[in-house]
């Protein structure tokens, strides 16, 4: 069964601690992305990775970092610098049509972490 | 700086039509339009997408001017399952950049 699966479900962080995130997918798919989205919000950009071993930043990559070592997995990891982590991250995944990202692609998405501070 | 907005909420009833605007005055040439639907707590799933003129789909409609600098979303008799939120989704600042409408919260009532 093709998809995306994100683990953990609920994750909780302590103050001055990194955490990673984990995104799996088996689409075949090139592109991967991360998203934060916070209560009442839209979804904004962290990082992207349109093939391995290459990944931008997104809108707000501050306090976040990435790696792409493999297709089918994209971690992000959640730094002690990122000082608001609270929020729901979700993680897609798309084909590149033409070697541009998302051109006429759609996006697939996981259900998301939910990441509170303790 | 490019915004692409949405209205925030619609009511409606069951049965009728709605229909959602996304402006997105920065498209960058070339580039679709995607819509999708989220429910709490879950990520996005992908309804519709399209270019130019009018697409439809077995659940949607999407309305695209000549200009495309909008976008309408057109679900036809929704049921109290189609509450959640709705995002349109395009490629602006000359195709570098991807960006999220504000979302619209629909809520479907009997």
């Known amino acids: 069964d093709g998809g995306i699966t994100q683990s953990p479900k609920y994750l909780f962080r302590k103050e001055g601690q990194n955490v990673t995130l984990s995104c799996e997918q088996n689409?075949?798919?090139?592109?991967m992305y991360w998203y934060r989205q916070d209560p009442g919000q839209g979804l904004r950009l962290i990082y992207y990775?349109?093939?391995?071993?290459?990944?931008q930043k997104g809108d707000i990559a501050e306090g976040y970092s990435v790696s792409r070592e493999k297709k089918e997995s994209f971690p992000l990891t959640v730094t002690s610098a990122q000082k608001n982590p609270t929020a729901f991250y979700l993680c897609?995944?798309?084909?590149?049509?033409?070697?541009?990202?998302?051109?006429?692609?759609?996006?697939?998405f996981g259900d998301g972490t939910r990441l509170s501070i303790l | 700086l490019a915004k692409t907005t949405q209205p925030i909420s619609m009511d409606s009833y069951e049965g009728q039509e709605v229909n959602i605007t996304c402006s997105h005055n920065n498209i960058a040439t070339n580039d679709y339009i995607t819509w999708y639907q989220q429910f709490p707590s879950q990520g996005p799933r992908f309804i519709i997408q399209g270019y130019k003129t009018k697409v439809t789909n077995e659940v949607a409609s999407l309305f695209i001017p000549a200009d495309r600098k909008s976008s309408t979303l057109s679900l036809p008799r929704v049921s109290l399952s189609d509450t959640a939120v709705y995002y349109c989704?395009?490629?602006?600042?000359?195709?570098?950049?991807?960006?999220f409408g504000t979302g619209t919260q629909l809520k479907v009532e009997l």
């Open positions: 989704l395009v490629h602006t600042g000359g195709g570098n950049k991807l960006t």
């Open positions: 990775s349109q093939i391995v071993n290459d990944f």
């Open positions: 689409l075949n798919h090139d592109a």
């Open positions: 897609a995944s798309s084909s590149v049509s033409r070697g541009r990202l998302h051109s006429n692609q759609p996006q697939h």
